[in-house]
């Protein structure tokens, strides 16, 4: 059956006895396929849908799909539907009080080594029940998801301990039955040192970050391991020993590198043939060249970099240079990153960071795949790939990052 969201947010299921094939047409599409045109683009195009899959894009309909049911949509620009690819939505309470306090001259690390920060959020994670959690998440799914994203990562991170790390995970694993949307879930235990291991991070990677990772990937929880490599964090050496058992388990791995220094995470990650290193505003060249040889995605943050008035920005023309592919994501989480439009980190992107609006939307859709490690599944318009397609009250790709603060979906047209 295929799944209509309207701008409202609200579903429509068509009914079982609905076609597999349909064909979307009168569509300006940006395939994000490397056609030689900029986005990919066909003009007067048309997708036909086969199940769950794209059949074919172009200007003209197959001869054997011409009874085939037709949805017209006057012209529109039609793109893939967005992922973003860096999530910690799934979290308790908020930290509004530390906005305050960095408004009165606080930084974010002054915040965190008070005992605020990331520790803030795991107190207020911990002190739900899961059905709670999944209560004060959900608004925050609905309101990316309103926006044409079909495919959302989400970490845990804000338990600290087996169980609630655990319990971090599974409500992500609900709210992809709640909703039409596909969750891919990182486990992140290595994201601060708890106050009961103060000073003992090695025994709290020992005693909890590697048999959570056991218990959490034995109950199925676990799609990528993820890991906080800073001063404020996590050493290098220590993060190593995550991704170690990570290998052991057969698990992708990802990493939060070079945010507010340079450690070489992303080098680090990279010798460990990463799917992405994310945040990278001090990166260097070496760290680039080595991403660039493991085909590890750089995904930026600028929802971060804006929250936290960061002055250096992440190296993007560095990155351009040895060839890495870059990806945006919303970082949406309750201290550095309190951001649920996907379009506003677009725009952010370009404005902050630089990036041609072509980069930014292949950020949010091809890239972002490859982050999550479904380059071959999604993130472009093309046969093969799976029909989750975004269609906007706009003609121009630019419209999607120049605009502030609006919504221009018109509908996601997804498979279920
Ligand atoms: N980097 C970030 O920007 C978030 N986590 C991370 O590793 C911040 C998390 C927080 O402050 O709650
Ligand atoms: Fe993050």
Redesign the pocket.
Known sequence: MYIHINLAGKTKNGSRSQPMRKILSGLRIATLEDTGAPYGLVENGAIGIDGERIAWVGQSIPADWNDVERQDFGGRLATPALIDCHT?LVFGGNRAREFEMRLEGATYEDIARAGG??IS?VKSTNALNEEVLLAQSLPRLDTLLAEGVSTVEIKSGYGLNIDAELKMLRVARRLATMRPVRILTSYLAA?ATPPEYKGRPDDYISEVVLPGLDAAHAEGLVDAVDG?CEGI?FSPAQIARVFDKAKSLGLPIKL?AE?LSNLGGAKLAASYGALSAD?LEYLDEEGARAMAAAGTVAVLLPG?FYALREERAPPVQILRDAGVHIAVAT?C?????PLTSLLLTMNMACTFFRLTVEEALAGATREAARALGLADEMGTIAPGKRAEIAIWNAEQPAELCYRIGFNPLHQLVLKA
């Open positions: 910690h920060g990331i959020s994201h906080f964090a939060h945010q945040h971060a970082d989480n309750p201290g550095t990153s």
